[in-house]
């Protein structure tokens, strides 16, 4: 059998510079065409594989790039876009961007998060009536691109079962995964193709299977790689599981007619012994996973080989690999230049991780390699004293119990109605307002010096006092300063705290053109002085209506950070809550009556497997109570979720002990608040009425239907009207009249109750 050999199982694809995500956005401007546009990604792609083969990777992937997301290219591949898109007389490629952030008569398709990333992907719509066929040719299209340049590829798709199974269905009690015979055909019709390509091998992604999966899901996927298997004239298979073990679907595979998998050795520490153990796996190679493909850590070259050499013997063949795509990687961390030297030298982007895994590789086959400079910056990192602070440690084990506890909520609502003497159904935003072209030039001239601090107020207090106007203009209940000071809710924080560094190229994309830099949390917590209480001092002596202050939750901080590996995130998580808590006390003393908190990661953190969940809710509430449970009664303590399945996590968001929880509720029609009404849900609620993932401006009887619908599930009184998410990425030409319209909405709606 040839074999596969050293690979990686994906690639980043925004740009080193985010050069995708520009050429997206001047595209959707209308200040490029089309065909600059694919000539912008068709740069991108030679760029990542003659790198990857300059590197010396035995295999390289390729149809891990796209324009938006690799589950809607699967869903259009496919031929399943709903017809809402399809009707609309569009060219393909702006029918594809319709599905993705819709137009004004199209709402756009769910967005939610990659299992436990913060990737989003976008939820395919499928029914009864839903065929497929295969409609497109984007893995034989980049196939041959890079066949052109010398270099053969093994084409990457989504697996047929996750995708089902990633699916909404458009019809009550019917399931995505009853399409599975439908969409084998199709799945076998592309393999007949690539394999008249030449191909010789391809990947199939099922990392839904690195979750709790039912006997049913696990026969499909039995019956997937028997039917796809046993189909004439096809590639290779490689089946890739990854984000934790395979549990039960190891098995499965193991006993398919596929020829390789690939398994993540770095989640799930205890999975290697399972792969072992798999006789099954004897006349298959098997893709040991341990190069971390989600952290930025360097690779501990004596343990990864550990892993890799207890499956030697047990397989086919046993190649090295990442552990899951580099997609959740910044590209090269030579680019960074401010690090801290020591810092970076601990450090591998995607750039490094393709070179570990060719050491690696050459390692476990025994060959020349040297890995004398990976064991010296692993070591360097486990014995560096700066990574811990005597002082925080000391803190931490200072906690009581009663520094997670505030009095009932019946008692702290009484109070801050007293304190802010709200109307009913009471409006806001989440936070964010658009990020002007002056605001962000402020930025830059402040980081170069054309520009000094005292200027840097000046114009941020003049970007704040134009939001806070607005805001009353449009007769907004609750204001917020707009945060144009922050470049990201992460970032921005993690700027301020001690325990973190920031990078200058560290991109990831998060989801379509949207891009962050997680920080690297790489030592102990703390919070040198204040980081937001300046700005929403200013912003609340502007106005007699109160101003929230704007702060990211200890959850979400971890979840957009590099996190440190070296102790438990339950003690990082609650390093930073204290941080936290300091804040909201200082903001407190500044006169600020509204804190809002938040959380939009609370459900992406959750284990994937269900063992996990009671560990991970405990620590996880009890860093956002410390956080925030040294607050005043009369002080009105706000969190806010977004883009995630939610009906996992109720319990969790119920033990948090906010005061008003907001949420994503547009695109999916407040489907979450019949879950929050079952879960016993008893405090202030804010079901997102608009979308602001889409530019389109939603109407005010759109947004009063939404409203009905969760009057409805939840009384009036503890119901809150605002945006789905902050409004940071979209335009004031959007965001004025969907505002004037969504406060016009809950006027009506106020009216209809009284």
């Known amino acids: 059998m040839n074999t596969i050999g050293t690979t990686i199982l994906g690639s980043p694809r925004i740009g080193p510079d985010r050069e995708l995500k520009r050429a997206m956005e001047r595209y959707w401007a209308g200040r490029i065409d089309a065909a600059e546009l694919l000539a912008a990604g068709r740069s991108l792609r030679t760029r990542a594989w003659t790198g990857q083969r300059d590197a010396g990777l035995d295999s390289i992937p390729s149809g891990t790039f796209s324009h938006y997301d690799h589950v809607l290219d699967t869903a259009e591949l496919f031929g399943a876009l709903p017809e809402r898109f399809t009707s609309l007389g569009l060219s393909p490629l702006d029918t594809y961007f319709a599905a993705a952030r819709g137009v004004q008569d199209a709402p756009a398709l769910e967005m939610t998060k990659w299992f436990d990333t913060n990737y989003h992907y976008l939820v395919p719509e499928l029914g009864p009536d839903t065929k497929f066929t295969l409609t497109g040719s984007k893995p034989l299209d980049e196939y041959r691109e890079a066949r052109a340049l010398g270099i053969e590829t093994r084409p990457v798709l989504v ?12 019809a009550p009690g019917f399931a995505p995964l009853e399409l599975l015979d439908e969409l084998l055909p199709a799945y076998a019709e ?4 690539l394999r ?22 696990l026969n499909a996927l039995t019956r997937a790689y028997h039917v796809l298997a046993k189909a004439q004239d096809r590639p290779k298979i490689l089946v890739a599981g990854y984000f934790g073990g395979l549990g039960r679907g190891l098995g499965v595979l193991a006993r398919s ?61 046993v190649s090295v690999s990442t552990s899951c795509s580099l997609l959740h990687v910044p590209y090269d961390v030579e680019r960074e230049t401010s690090l801290d030297a020591r810092v970076k030298g601990w450090l591998a982007f995607a750039r490094q991780k393709v070179d570990e895994v060719v050491l690696l590789g050459r390692a476990l086959r025994e060959e020349d390699a040297d890995l004398a400079a990976a064991r010296g910056a692993v070591a360097d990192r486990a014995t560096a004293t700066e990574v811990t602070d005597p002082r925080v440690r000391e803190r931490l084990a200072a906690l009581r119990p009663e520094d ?35 605001v962000r030039k402020a930025r830059a001239a402040l980081r170069s010096g054309e520009l000094d601090e005292a200027g840097y107020v000046a114009t941020m207090h003049t970007e704040i006092e134009r939001v806070v106007r607005l805001q009353e203009e449009l007769g907004l209940d609750v204001l917020v300063h707009g945060e144009p000071e922050r470049n990201d809710m992460v970032q921005y924080f993690a700027e301020q705290l001690d325990g973190f560094a920031a990078t200058e190229s560290g991109w990831v994309q998060s989801y379509g053109s949207r891009c962050v830099r997680p920080p690297i949390l790489f030592g102990d917590v703390s919070r040198p002085a204040p980081m937001t209480v300046p700005w929403a001092r200013y912003a609340q002596q502007l106005s007699e209506k109160p101003v929230k202050g704007m702060l990211t939750g200890p959850v979400t901080i971890l979840a957009w950070s590099f996190v440190r590996d070296d102790q438990p995130p339950a003690e990082t998580a609650l390093q930073v809550a204290l941080a936290i808590r300091d804040e909201v006390a200082d903001l407190e003393a500044a006169g600020v009556r509204v804190v809002q908190v938040d959380e939009p990661a609370l459900r992406e953190l959750l284990p ?22 040294g607050a005043a009664d009369t002080t009105q303590v706000h969190t806010h979720m977004c883009y995630s399945e939610f009906g996992e996590v ?11 929880t907001s949420i994503e509720a547009a695109r999916s029609k407040m489907e979450v608040l019949d879950d ?20 389109r401006v939603p109407g005010v009887e759109e947004m009063a239907d939404l409203l009905r619908t969760a009057v409805a599930a939840v009384p009036a009184g503890r119901l809150w009207v605002n945006p789905d998410c902050g409004l940071k990425t979209r335009g004031y030409a959007e965001v004025s009249p969907a505002l004037e319209n969504l406060v016009a909405a809950a006027r009506q709606v106020r009216a209809e109750q009284a």
Do not use: C, M
Not at 159 to 168: D, E, R
Not at 196 to 217: C, I, K, Y
Not at 405 to 429: D, F, H, V
């Open 159 to 170: 697996g047929p079962v996750t995708f089902l199974l990633l699916a909404k269905s458009t």
């Open 190 to 193: 592309l393999l007949r193709r």
């Open 196 to 217: 008249d390509e030449g191909v010789e091998w391809v990947q199939l992604d099922e990392p839904a299977f690195a979750g709790d999966r039912t006997n049913a899901e």
């Open 257 to 317: 007619p596929i020829e390789a998998v690939a398994v993540d050795l770095v989640t799930d520490q205890s999975f290697v012994d399972a792969v072992a153990a798999e006789g099954a796996l004897r006349d298959k190679e098997v893709l040991a996973g341990v190069v971390d493909g989600r952290n930025v850590w360097r690779t501990d070259p004596d343990r990864a080989l550990e892993k890799a050499r207890k499956l030697l013997g047990t397989a086919a063949a």
């Open 404 to 438: 997670a506890a505030r009095p009932p909520y019946e008692q702290r609502a009484a109070a801050q109605q007293a304190e802010l003497g709200l109307p009913p159904l009471p409006t806001t935003t989440i936070g964010s307002f658009p990020q002007t072209t002056d």
């Open 608 to 629: 994937l497997r269900a063992a996990g969940h009671e560990a991970y809710f405990a620590w996880a509430v009890r860093a956002f109570r410390v956080a925030t449970s």
């Open 650 to 660: 109720l319990p969790a968001i119920d033990a948090l002990d906010a005061d008003v």
């Open 676 to 695: 929050l009404s079952g879960a016993g849900f008893a405090r202030g609620v804010g079901p997102g009425v608009y979308d602001i993932h889409s530019p």
